[in-house]
């Protein structure tokens, strides 16, 4: 019996009528001084780290890209990728905050993200089983499409790129405090400043921890922190160095869910529905240590040297279910496996600018180097038992496998990069740019592709930038999953391609965004033999669409916005042997997608805002034949805040629910959220 939610709407009066009482205490005028900030969508979203492409105006960017920044991360207390970028109507969420999913958190314009997808700084990172934490990061990017040139090897649904929080220049201090239910209690600390002669040292440290009970039975216990440092050697030489560090450990999560021979659906579930299978956990480990040099040479020229080594842990106990009948009977299969990654990337670049005669050109050249290495353990796949969805069962799995790991892949990477964006003058540029990776997995495969990106872009403002790109990705084979004959096996790497023409616009209150893309992608294709299925590369699979979304600032206290995507996915070029298949909408992608969102700063109370969010996601298809479609649904978000002073010092409460109408679903992610509700009150010095 899942407790009353009662108690938490208790909370939630409770803490709402302590904050109207201590409104009550401020003095009036001092609107000014308890105001909660608002979201400056224009203001945030100003700059972002394209790669290859170095540090750059988001709107000089010929390639459609979502930044996310520390305000609306703490306005929505969001707490995974899903949640970050849920005003995005391309992505769609692939894991829960509190479940450890498989290779990736979020899903782009249809397509899955992966474990290569991931960066922190700029570093590659895993997100395997587990995401990187939020509470640490100043900002997240989503480079949408192929970023071969931009980051070398990449999936091409995107690059999500962590920006971590940086030293601040005058002193700050803030404590957190959270709640979430069903039982998830958080802190965390943030501090910052500088000190020394003439302040040469900044630090920022940040430390978090979150622990309870998940809404659907499982346990939680994550530690987080982080340390950013710099040094002003000189006027021009600044030293910088950046240590993140997580563990997270889930206890008897909800199984991970999958559908078998199955032409309609089984009633869903609740969101906090407690089918864990106890003695089961998914635990991770992940760290990142960077240092770099950046010269700023003179006004137009700077150059940077930059290493980091990132690592990642894990050790697994999770079951899969497989569901095989309407009445919502399934295969409980465990999988047992563990291992370990490293990665370690060297890289030098100079950026800078001169003119040719009447052409300004803006360039960007650089060297990198990277390792990878994994270690991976025996696995263990078992079917132990069978279960229904709506009915608790008495199932229990310990742990039995090996704890030995054994290498596995080592891979090498060297890559030479260099673009120059050329202005023509009367607001038109071009760009071009290219990329050499010399790609080696020893004992595998070797290959030294040159992935290029060209472009156009038009600015008849200073406010708007009109673009048309080409950009190639050169992808690694994945692994083939167990489910198949050729587990295990590791598939050819392919080149991605995409075209894309857009429009972008940075006005003092509103802004725009919208791209029409082609992007043709090597397709893994179900081959059905006499002894089972095989996983084999196959034709393509083509994804067209459209995206659109703006933001307008109606008055101070006043945002709206909204967006839609549009998205024709299908598989093309099949052999004969697949061809029933050409065609096919490909599976998880939906066709349509929208949110509406609001964000107001209510008259009558100083301090106090609202927000609110409607998010669309459109049916998908499960599978590559298009015999089980997973029908769309709408769910809704909203949120208060209130900044209020004590002793002087600013104090911010927060209260937001997800999925409102507790609505039931099934999704990419399997069994949907529950209703949600979280609580927080953070207190600035």
Not at 181 to 199: A, K, L, P, T, Y
Not at 393 to 412: L, P, Q
Request: proline share 4%; net charge negative; charged share 20%.
């Amino acid at each position: 019996m899942l407790p009353s939610r009662s108690p938490r709407l208790a909370l939630l009066a409770v803490a709402l009528s302590a904050a109207c009482a201590a409104h009550a205490e401020v003095p009036a005028g001092s609107r000014s001084a308890t105001d909660l900030d608002a979201v400056k969508v224009t203001a945030e979203r100003t700059h972002t780290d394209a790669g290859a492409l170095g540090d750059r105006a988001l709107r000089d960017t010929p390639f459609a890209i979502t930044a996310v920044g520390r305000e609306q991360i703490e306005q929505r207390q969001a707490v995974s990728l899903g949640e970050a970028f849920l005003l995005d109507p391309s992505v769609s969420t692939q894991v829960s905050a509190y479940a450890s999913g498989w290779s990736s958190p979020i899903r782009n314009r249809g397509l899955e993200l992966n474990y290569d997808s991931y960066r922190v700084n700029g570093l590659q990172v895993s997100s395997w089983g587990t995401e990187w934490p939020l509470e640490v990061m100043e900002q997240v990017d989503l480079l949408k499409g192929p970023g071969g040139f931009l980051y070398g090897f990449g999936t091409p649904g995107g690059i999500v790129n962590y920006i971590t929080k940086k030293p601040t220049d005058t002193p700050t201090f803030s404590a957190q405090l959270g709640w979430r239910e069903q039982g998830i209690v958080s802190g965390g600390i943030d501090v910052g400043g500088r000190f020394g002669n003439e302040q040469m040292f900044g630090y920022r440290f940040n430390a978090f921890q979150e622990k309870g009970e998940t809404f659907n039975g499982g346990h939680v216990d994550r530690k987080v922190g982080a340390l950013s440092l710099d040094a002003r050697l000189s006027d021009a030489l600044t030293w910088t160095f950046d240590g993140v560090f997580q563990s997270r450990d889930l206890r008897e999560e909800s199984p991970q869910y999958y559908f078998r021979g199955l032409t309609s659906l089984p009633r869903p579930i609740s969101g906090d529905t407690d089918n864990s299978v106890p003695g089961t956990y998914y635990d991770t480990r992940s760290s990142l240590l960077s240092t770099g040099l950046n010269w700023q040479i003179n006004s137009d020229w700077k150059a940077s040297l930059s290493y980091g080594v990132t690592t990642s842990w894990n050790d697994v106990n999770k079951i899969f279910a497989y569901i095989d009948d309407l009445n919502g009977d399934y295969d409980v299969n465990v999988y047992e496996l563990g291992g370990k990654s490293e990665w370690k990337l060297a890289q030098a670049m100079l950026q800078g600018s001169f003119r040719t005669g009447p052409l300004q050109h803006q360039v960007v050249a650089g060297i990198s180097h990277q390792t990878g290495l994994g270690w991976d353990r025996p696995y263990e796949w078992n079917l132990i038992g069978r279960a229904n969805l709506y009915q608790r069962h008495a199932i229990r799995h310990d742990a039995v496998g090996s704890r030995v790991m054994t290498r596995g892949d080592e891979t090498v990477q060297q890559a030479v990069f260099a673009s120059d964006t050329v202005n023509l003058g009367s607001g038109w540029s071009v760009l071009a740019g290219w990329r050499y990776n010399d790609f080696e997995t020893k004992g595998r495969y070797h290959t030294y592709p040159v992935t290029p990106t060209y472009a156009v872009m038009f600015k008849p403002s200073e406010a708007v930038t009109l673009y048309a790109s080409y950009i190639e990705s050169l992808e690694a084979g994945s692994r083939v999953g167990n489910s198949y004959l050729n587990a295990g096996d590791v598939l050819d790497p392919t080149i991605s391609k995409q075209y894309e023409i857009g429009a972008k616009v940075e006005a003092a209150r509103w802004n725009a965004n919208v791209a029409a893309f082609r992007l043709e992608r090597g397709a893994n294709i179900d081959e059905l033999t006499p002894a089972g299925k095989r996983l084999v590369q196959d034709g393509i699979t083509l994804y067209e669409g459209i995206e659109a979304s703006a933001d307008l600032h109606l008055n101070d206290a006043l945002t709206v916005g909204g967006g839609v995507t549009w998205l024709d996915p299908t598989y093309d070029k099949l052999s004969p042997g697949s061809a029933a298949q050409e065609g096919n909408r490909t599976a998880g992608a939906a066709r349509w997608s929208g949110v509406l969102h609001a964000t107001y700063q209510l008259p009558w109370v100083d301090g106090l805002e609202t927000y609110a969010a409607v998010r669309y996601y459109g049916d998908v298809w499960y599978d590559a034949d298009n015999t089980l479609k997973l029908p769309d649904y709408t769910l809704v978000n909203a949120g208060v805040g209130y900044r209020l002073l004590a002793s002087g010092h600013p104090v911010t409460l927060r209260a937001s629910v997800e999925n409102l109408a507790n609505r039931r679903y099934w999704s990419n992610a399997g069994v949907g959220l529950p209703r949600t509700f979280a609580l927080s009150v953070r207190f600035d010095m």
